[in-house]
């Protein structure tokens, strides 16, 4: 990155790391509204970003130009800085109020729609330098999200098909089968 150029040498944090140079400092994707949906169906995903400088300022979301937030998809497995991922850009929560706990972060969700058929990885990818670079984003398994860098067994996986039952009657996994309620 010292070689980009960062002419007004704007440092918004103050961390001595120019803006066109900047990385997220932590991410993690928090919650998908559906593992399982019908070709063609659309999830929600929810994701929370913390960046010195940026988002402690309020508990509510803290827009800035120079951030960019996408949730996306790709094939189990596949890692998500390639071309084989989907990305649908994400917006900051105008229902989100950090007072619960999260204060110095900020959360975002986006609607992953027209889903293909298939499994997935479902994960989020934020950018604090306007998209020049980016920071993947999982849950993790203990939530430490991007703090420990990006692991696909650690984000969620998404189901997409055309089952032979309506939605909340029957539930068919790989291990087991269950009953849910809708």
């Known amino acids: 990155c010292p070689a980009v150029a960062n002419a007004d040498q704007a440092d918004r944090d103050g961390d001595d790391v120019g803006d066109a140079c900047e990385t997220v400092d932590y991410c993690r994707i928090q919650h998908v509204s559906e593992a399982q949906v019908p070709t063609g ?23 800035d130009a120079l951030v960019v937030a996408q949730a996306g998809y790709g094939p189990a497995g596949d890692d998500p800085s390639g071309n084989t991922w989907t990305w649908t850009d994400a917006a900051g929560n105008p229902n989100w109020n950090g007072n619960g706990g999260d204060a110095n972060n900020d959360e975002y969700l ?9 499994r997935f990885t479902v994960a989020y990818r934020f950018s604090v330098d306007g998209g020049t670079q980016f920071t993947y984003c999982d849950k993790g398994a203990g939530n430490e999200g991007s703090s420990n860098g990006f692991d696909a067994a650690d984000a969620f996986s998404v189901s997409s098909g055309d089952w032979p039952f309506s939605r909340g009657e029957l ?11 809708a």
Do not use: F, H, K
């Open 41 to 63: 169906g659309t999830i929600t995903a929810y994701a929370m970003l913390y960046e010195q400088g940026l988002t402690d300022q309020s508990n509510q979301v803290d827009a």
């Open 171 to 181: 539930a068919l996994s790989e291990s087991n089968w269950s009953l849910r309620c």
């Open 110 to 118: 986006a609607d992953i729609s027209n889903m293909p058929n298939g």
